[in-house]
């Protein structure tokens, strides 16, 4: 099994339209990130779920809305999006510990197209 | 604020040797970490430092000063699959990853 899937590897969507981004870890990691990636900016980190419950939301507009029903799944609800939100989508996990964090692993992203 | 700065392109030959630098200023330190991200794929893990110095890694080596917030990655005997971004990021106090924007190397025969 890869260590981290995500899907669909390509969406796009109108401005009124809802749509669910899809990923799933193997590693039996029990951390779990959302990261937005645009062109030639530094991976923006929206959410992290560390032991199925949600530890960060960078302020992150309500028309992204995560969840994580267990450890080896997270979703990314999608709704009223805007066209400035067409961006690859990554999703990663990692094991942490009392000592603190270790590296990621990253899916293959969801390229996102808002029309 | 948090920043983490390194150069947006390099250009090298195939078979030299490239230094990526990246500076950092983050509120904590638990360690810096290297990527590589090829177009249209997932970032990978390539190095992590928490103390002072250098790792080896085969054809890839890393550094860290502490001290001058300073971090770079070397990469030695260029080859042509080595063109692909370079991450750098650190982790805060709070165990978050900071990330740079990358530096895209292009390897030229």
């Known amino acids: 099994e890869t260590g981290v899937t995500q899907t669909p590897r390509h969406l796009v969507m109108g401005m009124t339209n809802k749509k669910s981004l899809k990923c799933e870890q193997h590693l039996g990691h029990n951390a779990m990130y959302w990261y937005k990636q645009s062109a030639k900016k530094p991976l923006e980190l929206m959410f992290v779920y560390s032991l199925e419950e949600r530890v960060e939301n960078n302020s992150v507009p309500s028309r992204f809305s995560p969840e994580c029903p267990n450890s080896s799944h997270l979703f990314l609800h999608l709704h009223t999006l805007q066209p400035e939100d067409s961006a690859l989508y990554l999703c990663?996990?990692?094991?942490?510990?009392?000592?603190?964090?270790?590296?990621?692993?990253f899916g293959p992203g969801t390229r996102l197209t808002v029309t | 604020g948090q920043n983490i700065d390194q150069p947006t392109e390099m250009t090298a030959t195939e078979g030299a040797i490239v230094q990526i630098n990246c500076t950092y200023q983050?509120?904590?330190?638990?360690?810096l970490f290297w990527y590589q991200q090829h177009a249209g794929e997932a970032p990978t893990f390539l190095s992590y430092n928490v103390l002072d110095g250098l790792e080896e890694k085969g054809r890839f080596s890393s550094f860290l000063s502490r001290s001058k917030g300073y971090s770079y990655l070397l990469l030695k005997e260029l080859q042509m699959k080595d063109s692909a971004s370079y991450l750098c990021a650190v982790m805060d106090s709070n165990y978050q990853l900071i990330w740079g924007a990358g530096t895209k190397l292009i390897i030229k025969p």
């Open positions: 990663a996990s990692s094991q942490v510990s009392g000592t603190g964090g270790h590296e990621q692993y």
């Open positions: 983050t509120s904590g330190f638990n360690g």
